[in-house]
């Protein structure tokens, strides 16, 4: 029993311990990391927003092909020539057209690949609508126009039957 003490004091000390001691020595950790340079982050945006020419669906700056790297040192050269994110990615649109950018962008050339989807769900929604309402309504004008002519003809025909019955009675 007393052994089975020891050993759980033992225990809840290293669990007490060994956070504190991790603690500690987190921030050495970190004065060993090094800055990055602001200009840095402004690269590495603009190279995951570009695409990369010859591969399949990765960014400039996730491509190791030799065309994406000459790519990422002319975002870099540019960046830290201080040219505007605007410019920069002007310059790549000039060059490779809307292709280059990973997003798609809105204008008025693919105005029609962005309504497209919408307006074929808006056709179909109209379309199904009417198709609905036919269902449950089946025929309504044909029916109502033949039922108000038979509707005619049976009271013509009643009226004149009705007519020649009263005549033939004698009172």
């Keep these: 029993m007393r052994h089975l003490l020891q050993w759980s004091m033992c225990v809840l000390a290293l669990l007490v311990v060994t956070p504190v001691m991790a603690q500690e020595a987190e921030p050495a950790k970190q004065g060993t990391v090094k800055a990055e340079d602001p200009r840095e982050s402004l690269v590495r945006k603009i190279a995951s927003e570009l695409r990369c020419a010859v591969c399949q669906s990765q960014s400039v700056y996730d491509s190791n092909s030799g065309l994406a790297k000459d790519m990422l040192k002319v975002v870099r050269d540019k960046v830290h020539a201080g040219e505007q994110e ?28 962005w309504a497209g989807p919408f307006a074929a ?6 379309g199904l609508w009417f198709a609905i309402r036919n269902w449950y309504n089946p025929n309504t ?9 038979s509707d005619e003809a049976t009271s013509g025909d009643m009226k004149s039957r009705i007519q020649k019955e009263l005549d033939s009675i004698d009172m």
């Design 86 to 113: 605007d410019d920069i990615r002007r310059y790549f649109l000039e060059r490779y057209g809307d292709y280059i950018y990973m997003e798609p962008v809105m204008n008025s050339r693919n105005m029609a690949l």
């Design 141 to 149: 004008k044909s029916a109502s126009k033949a039922d108000k002519n």
């Design 121 to 126: 769900l808006l056709f179909g929604a109209f």
